[in-house]
T-cell receptor, first 115, second 112 residues
Framework: AQSVTQPDIHITVSEGASLELRCNYS??????LFWYVQSPGQGLQLLLK??????LVQGIKGFEAEFKRSQSSFNLRKPSVHWSDAAEYFC?????????????FGAGTRLAVHP | DSGVTQTPKHLITATGQRVTLRCSPR?????VYWYQQSLDQGLQFLIQ???????AKGNILERFSAQQFPDLHSELNLSSLELGDSALYFC???????????FGNGTRLTVT
């Protein structure tokens, strides 16, 4: 079955510290992979996406993610976290053939940033 | 600002009632998607429309229905509401190809 697992429900980091949010997926085909961020009271904003090619993907707000096929992972990273990064982060997986109606979201990781 | 507009932002209603949620997609986007976000189920795909026609159904209850109008705005109709229908309902739109989904800010529905 297709699924996305975000093992960490809550993560707390200090401002300026590095961040890594984990995402593991189970998908039969070559997946499309996404990271979205949701600030309180807001919709989901796309941070970055992976379709093919270079497995290290750069996104907005200084985020990057690395696709590792052997580990079925697509972890999100940021070298130095800002207080404004506090939000909920969602990993999602889809299929080129299935289209976006087959976009499966993880349960999310809530990030808190300490000053 | 994603360009996707959802109204109303908040809706409080009683069990058994019927409500309509509205979504205006980004200019030029032909596809509209509806998602439900709840604490226990997470983000679940409900239904997709493309240029007025239903394209795909996800975990949408029979009490729920949607439509997309000629001006491309969409409405999600929820009827015979139950307490468990309380959730955030998101609309998203995209144009074509590999373009990503753009989400609205959602409608928070509370059923009392």
């Amino acid at each position: 079955a297709q699924s996305v697992t975000q093992p960490d429900i809550h993560i707390t980091v200090s401002e300026g510290a590095s961040l890594e949010l984990r995402c593991n997926y189970s998908y039969g085909a070559t997946p499309y992979l996404f990271w979205y961020v949701q600030s309180p009271g807001q919709g989901l904003q796309l941070l970055l996406k992976y379709f093919s090619g270079d497995t290290l993907v750069q996104g907005i707000k200084g985020f990057e993610a690395e696709f590792k096929r052997s580990q079925s992972s697509f972890n999100l990273r940021k070298p130095s976290v800002h207080w404004s990064d506090a939000a909920e982060y969602f990993c999602a997986v889809g299929s080129p053939s299935g289209g976006y109606n087959k976009l499966i979201f993880g349960a999310g990781t809530r990030l808190a940033v300490h000053p | 600002d994603s360009g996707v507009t959802q109204t109303p932002k908040h809706l409080i209603t009683a069990t058994g009632q019927r409500v309509t949620l509205r979504c205006s997609p980004r200019s030029g986007d032909l596809s509209v998607y509806w998602y439900q976000q709840s604490l226990d189920q997470g983000l679940q795909f409900l239904i997709q429309y493309y240029n007025g026609e239903e394209r795909a159904k996800g975990n949408i209850l029979e009490r729920f229905s949607a439509q997309q109008f000629p001006d491309l705005h969409s409405e999600l109709n929820l009827s015979s509401l139950e307490l468990g229908d309380s959730a955030l309902y998101f609309c998203a739109s995209r144009d074509s190809g590999n373009s990503p989904l753009h989400f609205g800010n959602g409608t928070r529905l509370t059923v009392t």
